[in-house]
């Protein structure tokens, strides 16, 4: 890139006007003084493989990327990374000085580093973790616990064989339990994390038994809207440590800002007050 150019990036999706990620890169760019922009890009399937062929000549080092285009842009990247390829599915492009279009996935690294920073005394290895959910975000997830050295994964998803597909490409660390069977595994965990929609402002409402709960297991929640969900209320009653899901959406934009812009932000409270507006 010259010197000339301001350089730009966006998220890309469809639709795209609730994204909260301009707000977060806006507010890294400003606190750091970089002269650069994030916009919200709404892009269709149809325009996809156009739109990604023309951002890097308009002055764009990268974008995010967002439902329903994260498993499409493997097919128009040169390079795609360990972590994208294991999950299938790439939240992030690196537009590269030589032309190539680099593929990434951040959202296990995000959930991971939202974790750290939220409950510092959590030891993956204390006992199973317990993941509710086979979507797309659980695959991140999954690969995520098992990189922390999590050695045991409780899995269970209101349509099993997605459940099952999972284990078959995770492996024998692990096992799918049925739906209704739900509150069981949150009893015999250390970890317990909510990926699916349960709970979202719009979607269905989480009725898993949160009986089991209790003191010093760690809870997180992927819905972040509301902030404090109602598995999450529920484990703060309980006693558990609980994490909620913003820290994830602002930790993952993290690799994507450094790359793009030089710089590696920080995620504090000022970051989520300014996604928070
Ligand atoms: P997805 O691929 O559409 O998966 C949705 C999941 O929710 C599936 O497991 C689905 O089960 C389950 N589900 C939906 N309605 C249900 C119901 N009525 N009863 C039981 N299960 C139900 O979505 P995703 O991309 O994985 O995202 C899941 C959630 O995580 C969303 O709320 C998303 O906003 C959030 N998320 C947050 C972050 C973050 O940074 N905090 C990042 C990624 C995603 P079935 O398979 O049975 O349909």
């Known amino acids: 890139m010259t010197q000339h150019r301001i350089p730009l990036a966006g998220v890309i999706g469809n639709p795209i006007a609730h994204s909260r990620s301009p707000r977060l890169h806006k507010h890294w760019l400003k606190t ?7 916009v919200p890009l709404h892009v269709t399937d149809e325009d996809l493989p156009q739109v990604i062929a023309t951002l890097p000549k308009m002055g764009f080092v990268g974008v995010n990327v967002t439902i329903p285009h994260k498993v499409a842009v493997l097919q128009y990247a040169d390079q795609i990374s360990d972590r994208a390829t294991l999950i299938g599915a790439a939240n992030t492009l690196i537009f590269r000085a030589d032309g190539k279009v680099h593929a990434d996935n951040t959202d296990g690294y995000g ?20 993941v509710l959910g086979a979507g797309g975000a659980a695959r991140a997830i999954i690969a ?48 317990v994390v909510n ?35 109602r598995l999450l209320q529920a484990a703060e009653e309980a006693g558990c440590t609980t994490v909620d899901g913003l820290g994830m959406l602002l930790h993952q934009g993290v690799p994507g800002f450094e790359r793009w812009f030089g710089q590696r932000p920080e995620v504090d409270e000022a970051t989520r007050a300014a996604v928070l507006g």
Not at 32 to 38: A, E, F, P, V
Not at 116 to 128: F, H, I, L, T, V
Not at 178 to 188: F, H, R, Y
Request: glycine share 10%; no cysteine.
């Open 144 to 191: 995520a616990l098992i990189e922390a050295g999590t050695k045991e994964i409780l899995l269970s998803n209101r349509t099993r064989p997605k459940a099952e597909t999972l284990k078959a490409d995770f492996g024998s660390r692990v096992t799918v339990v049925d739906w209704v069977q739900a509150g069981n595994m949150i009893e015999a965990s250390a970890t």
């Open 195 to 229: 990926t699916t929609s349960l709970g979202m402002v719009g979607a269905a409402e989480f009725r898993v038994p949160l009986d089991g709960l209790r003191r010093g297991m760690v809870v997180t929640d992927l819905v972040y809207t509301p902030l404090r969900t």
């Open 32 to 38: 750091y003084g970089i002269l650069g922009d994030y």
């Open 111 to 130: 959930f991971l580093a939202n974790l750290r920073q939220g409950a510092p005394d959590w030891d993956p290895s204390a006992g199973p973790a317990a």
